[in-house]
């Protein structure tokens, strides 16, 4: 009976350690991908400090951004508090691009733009078993 | 990285479709002038019917003597052809990227299916390898052009694949694959790959000979 | 001790070849082959060279390749490989001996039956590609000895075995004599100015079959066809030109052919039991005239004795007891789609009609068409050993119940009568008019 106790106790320690480290938000390492239904490729590997640091990113508007209903960026504001899908969902509405869509956009089309940063599938898409593909 | 896979996968594209078009193109229309100068008649012969018979026929696995006569390269062949043509088309990656440049929303399958379809074409081609250097009939009329047109074929398959896999070299094998599958394209008009542009003409052609003049079928 | 044995009996002796090839030069092969490529041959030439995968699908399909155990020199591709793509890809540089060698695989390995047509999954038309070697072979002068002999023939007397003006109608009106001591009010109508029939029929049955003119003749008289045969020359519907390549004089001979029906104010041609001729006046001579189709109906025998029987105009009195197995000719089958016909009089005029298999537009090639038997003597035993297949299709058909063999085309009949005595298959071998002959109901004869 002790015995038992002692095992349930060691695997709740663990699981609580292991769902802490995965949804840490100090501590961003992939793209949050739980918005896709049935996503086809590994979530994007993203640190998000280290990112913003290398591309010394000082606004957060510029990837959270947020546009009017006539499709134009509204420079002032910025939308951090907000998940990405809260606006785009899997499928494109009117101007909306679809999540996948505008996750390529706003990630891809930056780095072509910059010439830096990854632009090929497998570059961002790592095969990790880790990451629970 | 940068400037490479934007010329790889900007003007190259570009560059190979032109020439896989235009290259196609001429191929098909001065083999039609080529009967139209010297062998006129081929035009009368010519019959809508016989030729949709005889093509329908030969594109249906089994419904010809000699494919039932050749079960397992039967299997393999169609498999290899359709998804050859069929993957590349509709592979999810190719599907986005199609979307990111022109605002298409090209219909996709699953990147399990795209893989599984890439190993049938990986398969297929080493099937054919194994044809070419085994069986005496085939070896006998091969040539280097045919290996080179088989590896053109398997190159951007497998490329693909293991790029798809991220085993190894990743960013390289990318480039990889994508000129490879550029080169696959060019090659098609000026290799015997333009077996695709022409085999249904000669297959119409034989067609009609054989429903309009000899009363007979060729299958 | 059997390598030495095998050797010589492949070292053919043919004048043909021989001299003709001692006369070449380099220069003349390069020249002629360029020439006949780039003047004569088109978009078909280049579409079949340029489309070939080089798969070897074709193999199978060929007799020669099956007979000579799977030897993929045989093979109809293996074959284009020794001749057309060497010339293609050294653009005509090729020596006398490559010609030689080009001469055996045209001439005497391929019998342009076209069954690898029906094989190649493009469609790919190799007969013709080594109907076009052969065209190269004419102009070189190295055709073999025999089959250009009767090309000679055919250009001198406008008939395939020297038959001279004045033997023609004589050997009629001898046949129509033979035929009056068993008919006594059958005639042969000579030059019968618009009969609706005019009935032609291949040198070698005057030359040394007259009695096929007999049986025709007892045919056309019972079913009371009005018909005529032409006293000119224009009589013999064959064709070796069509063969040799020489193309020319296959126009000639297919001129003077439908001139001499037009000149009699026929309704049609009928031809006798002969493949290769159907082939010359229904496919190739009248394309070289200018005419898609013949500019006179051509009725070839199978479909003309099915016409006859199903409107009942020859009755069968008696059908032939002995089981009977059908070959199908490659040119009036795989080239004319006579093979329903064919049953139908089989079935009409026999007690049993066993099948060989393949059958049908698949049935293996007699090996003695496409001018091959016509080559002569020192090319039997290649012949005969390149159709192993067929012995064995045959023995199948015997051991299912067949005595008789029916084979209208007279290259098969000629062919197939090596091959069952080489492989010692012991059945008999017979035209449709040699059973229809005999099983007829016949009013007018004096004994029946």
């Known amino acids: 009976m002790k015995k038992r106790t002692i095992f349930i106790a060691i695997l709740l320690f663990f699981s609580v350690f292991v769902f802490m480290a995965a949804y840490s938000q100090e501590d961003i390492k992939f793209v949050d991908n739980s918005a896709f239904a049935k996503p086809e490729r590994a979530p994007s590997l993203f640190a998000h400090d280290e990112h913003n640091e290398n591309a010394e990113l000082e606004e957060c508007s510029e990837c959270h951004h947020v546009y009017d209903e006539d499709g134009k960026k509204i420079e002032d504001e910025s939308s951090e508090d907000q998940m990405c899908s809260d606006c785009h969902a899997e499928k494109a509405s009117g101007s909306k691009l679809a999540l996948m869509k505008a996750f390529h956009t706003n990630c891809k089309g930056c780095h072509v733009k910059e010439k830096k940063g990854p632009v090929m599938c497998g570059e961002c898409h790592v095969n990790n078993p880790a990451a629970g593909k | 990285m940068h400037d490479v896979y934007n010329f790889v996968s900007g003007p190259l594209v570009w560059v190979a479709f032109i020439v896989f078009i235009a290259g196609s193109l001429y191929r098909v229309i001065s083999l039609i002038m080529l009967v139209n ?16 018979r005889s093509i329908i026929r030969w594109s249906i696995p089994f419904a010809t003597v000699n494919w039932r006569k050749h ?6 062949t169609f498999a290899f052809h359709i998804c050859l043509i069929v993957a590349p088309l509709f592979i999810l990656a190719h599907s986005v990227l199609i979307d990111e440049s022109w605002n298409i929303s090209w219909w996709s399958f699953s990147d399990t299916i795209g893989d599984i379809m890439t190993v049938i074409v990986i398969a297929g081609s080493i099937f054919f390898l194994i044809r070419r250097v085994v069986l005496p009939e085939v070896k006998f009329v091969t040539s280097a052009s045919d290996y080179v047109i088989l590896a053109i074929v398997a190159a951007p398959f497998i490329t693909g694949f293991i790029a798809y896999h991220q085993w190894f070299a990743y960013p390289n094998m990318m480039i990889f694959h994508i000129i490879s599958g550029e080169i696959m394209l060019m090659a098609i008009p000026f290799t015997r790959l333009r077996h695709m542009l022409l085999s249904p003409f000669t297959r119409a052609y034989m067609g009609s000979e054989f429903g309009g003049v000899r009363h007979s079928k060729d299958w | 001790m059997s390598e030495p044995a095998k050797k010589e009996q492949e070292k053919v002796v043919d004048q043909g070849i021989d001299v003709g090839i001692a006369r070449l030069t380099e220069d003349k092969i390069k020249h002629t082959i360029n020439s006949v490529i780039k003047v004569e041959t088109g978009a078909r030439l280049k579409a079949y060279v340029e489309t070939c995968i080089h798969c070897g699908l074709c193999s199978e399909a060929c007799h020669y390749y099956l007979s000579q155990g799977n030897d993929p020199k045989f093979s109809p591709v293996g074959k284009v490989k020794q001749t057309m793509w060497e010339m293609l890809k050294k653009k005509g540089k090729v020596s006398p001996e490559f010609m030689r060698r080009a001469v055996e695989i045209a001439h005497t390995e391929c019998n342009l039956c076209k069954r690898c047509a029906q094989y190649c ?5 190799i007969a013709y590609i080594m109907t076009v070697v052969r065209r190269i072979i004419h102009k070189l002068g190295i055709t073999p000895l025999y089959i250009q002999d009767t090309a000679h023939s055919h250009s001198v007397t406008m008939n395939q075995m020297w038959v001279k003006d004045d033997e023609w109608p004589d050997t009629l009106q001898w046949q129509e004599e033979e035929a009056q001591a068993e008919i006594p009010t059958l005639r042969i109508p000579l030059e019968k100015e618009g009969a609706d029939i005019m009935y032609s029929v291949i040198a070698p049955e005057p030359k040394f079959q007259a009695q096929l ?7 056309m008289d019972v079913a009371g066809v009005n018909w005529t045969m032409p006293a000119t020359p224009g009589w013999d519907n064959s064709d070796m030109a069509m063969f040799t390549g020489d193309n020319e004089l296959m126009g000639r001979l297919k001129r003077s052919h439908f001139e001499t029906a037009a000149r009699l104010k026929v309704k049609k041609i009928v031809m006798g039991e002969c493949g290769h001729a159907f082939r010359s006046v229904y496919d190739m001579g009248n394309r070289w005239l200018g005419w898609k189709m013949p500019p006179i109906p ?7 004795y099915y016409e006859l029987l199903k409107a009942g105009k020859i009755k069968i009195a008696k059908k032939y007891a002995t089981p009977v197995t059908l070959h199908d000719p490659c040119n009036v089958v795989r080239g004319g789609g ?13 007690e049993e009609v066993i099948e060989m298999h393949p059958n049908r537009e698949h049935n293996y090639c007699c090996c003695a068409g496409g001018g091959v038997i016509n080559c002569g003597p020192p090319y039997k035993m290649k012949r005969i050993k390149g159709n192993k297949v067929k012995a064995d299709q045959l023995f199948r058909a015997k051991t299912d119940g067949a005595e008789t063999l029916i084979t209208p085309c007279h290259n098969c009949h000629s062919g197939l009568h090596d091959i069952v005595t080489h492989y010692e298959i012991g059945m008999d071998i017979k035209f449709f008019g040699d059973i229809i002959y005999e099983a007829m109901e016949k009013p007018g004869a004096i004994d029946g």
Not at chain 3, 338 to 350: F, G, T
């Open chain 3, 338 to 350: 006579l093979e329903e016909k064919a049953r139908y009089v089989a079935h009409a005029i026999c």
């Open chain 2, 71 to 76: 079960p397992v390269l039967t299997v393999v």
């Open chain 3, 121 to 125: 999954p493009f469609g790919i038309d």
């Open chain 2, 37 to 52: 100068k010297k062998e006129k008649f081929i035009f009368d012969y010519m019959s809508f019917k016989y030729s949709l």
């Open chain 3, 213 to 219: 003119i007999y049986q025709a003749a007892v045919i």
């Open chain 3, 298 to 304: 051509i009725v070839h025998a199978i479909e003309f």
